[in-house]
Nanobody
Framework: QVQMVESGGGLVQAGGSLRLSCLAS????????MGWYRQAPGKQRELVAS???????SYGSSVLGRFAISRDNDKNMVYLQMNSLKPEDTAVYYC???????WGPGTLVTVSS
């Protein structure tokens, strides 16, 4: 059974940093594109960042230059380093196996002003 489990969310002040982690199990992780999505209260889910199996990377325009996605295929992990956080980054963040369309339960990030 394929599972994604996120960790690292929490409360941080504006301007601060957080690092989200995602452990993927039950999947041939190294060949799949992975991504981070987020959903803020009352808003639709949006793509934050994605990384292909060959480390091709893309970012949503609202996080470009502040966030960085990376992966460790040996550990079946994908990470999201979030810097210069803003209150509008407050959302539930989801780790996604894009190829299989499998989503984790999400981790809440709250940025206070």
């Amino acid at each position: 059974q394929v599972q994604m489990v996120e960790s690292g969310g929490g409360l941080v002040q504006a301007g601060g940093s957080l690092r989200l982690s995602c452990l993927a199990s039950g999947t041939t992780f190294s060949i799949h594109a992975m991504g981070w999505y987020r959903q803020a209260p009352g808003k639709q889910r949006e793509l934050v960042a994605s990384i292909s199996n060959r480390d091709g990377i893309s970012y949503g325009s609202s996080v470009l230059g502040r966030f960085a996605i990376s992966r460790d295929n040996d550990k079946n992990m994908v990470y999201l380093q979030m810097n210069s956080l803003k209150p509008e980054d407050t959302a539930v963040y989801y780790c996604v196996d894009i190829y299989l369309d499998i989503w984790g339960p999400g981790t809440l990030v709250t940025v206070s002003s």
